[in-house]
């Protein structure tokens, strides 16, 4: 498993942990991946996902657009118990950041990518961007179960965590009044088009320079972490490790 959790990381949120896991989910949490879920590093990831800057500069929840504020802080903010649940799920059943604290963990390197992007691509509309990165993968808080299962739901096996997103980000945003129809629409295009492709999933192919970039940086955070995975499960094996259906190659480690 990657370590992304940075001093950096920690002093850039400069908070004390406010959410705090039991003993026996700690326990649970290092069984399933290796490592104990320290309270202090998840709520730094957490809070850095929300403090990444919807906008330039800090205070962030002072500047960006107020329907954004509400859409993101009535979940990541004022929903403890969702927190806590995002904060302790995994991002898959297997192939990549399928681990506690995995959802987590991919959702900060996906924002981290955007953020990249709008520097690298002026043209992208940031708030949009990030929003929809901070809430690309929120289905999965329903589409699997919580660990030690961590298995699909019934709900994940009929809709997935594409359109699940897509509906939990519509229902919300039908709470908010005045919260504007476009940006709604935007928001939820995002989310239903960042798997790229119909084959893999999406019901939509990107039509947004933003549903075009989110999908980039999905895309680059799970290969790559799946590529990290596989080397780091493979030990001091040198050699070639066989043919890997998602880079539809052998693959190896580079030489040392």
Not at 45 to 67: R, Y
Not at 87 to 95: E, P, R, T
Not at 113 to 126: E, G, H, I, V
Request: aromatic share 8%; with cysteine; hydrophobic share 45%.
């Amino acid at each position: 498993m990657a370590n992304i959790i940075s001093d950096e990381t920690i002093e850039y949120v400069g908070i004390l942990a406010k959410l705090e896991l039991s003993a026996e989910e700690k326990e649970q949490a290092k069984k399933a991946s290796g490592q104990a879920v320290l309270t202090v590093v998840i709520v730094g990831i957490f809070f850095t996902i929300l403090t990444m800057g919807l906008s330039s500069k800090v205070p962030v929840w002072m500047q960006v657009d107020p329907s954004i504020q509400k859409l993101a802080s009535s979940y990541f903010l004022e929903d403890k118990a969702f927190v806590k649940k995002f904060c302790f799920h995994s991002a898959a059943k297997s192939v990549h950041h399928g681990f506690v604290g995995g959802l987590l963990e991919h959702t900060l390197s996906v924002m981290k990518l955007c953020d990249f992007y709008t520097k690298s691509y002026p043209a992208l509309n940031r708030d949009l961007l990030l929003t929809a990165a901070l809430f690309h993968d929120i289905g999965k808080v329903q589409e699997l179960s919580a660990f030690p299962e961590n298995d699909y739901t019934d709900a994940g096996q009929l809709l997935g965590h594409i359109m699940i997103g897509a509906q939990i980000v519509g229902d919300q945003a039908g709470k908010i009044p005045n919260f504007p129809v476009k940006l709604e629409n935007e928001l939820k295009h995002c989310i239903l088009a960042h798997h790229g492709e119909l084959e893999y999933g999406s019901p939509k192919k990107p039509a947004l320079l933003e549903a075009v970039a989110l999908n980039f940086a999905d895309n680059t955070d799970a290969h790559m972490e799946t590529m990290i995975e596989i080397l780091a499960g493979a030990g001091e094996n040198q050699g070639w490790l066989g043919y890997n259906r998602l880079f539809e190659s052998n693959i190896r480690k580079t030489s040392k």
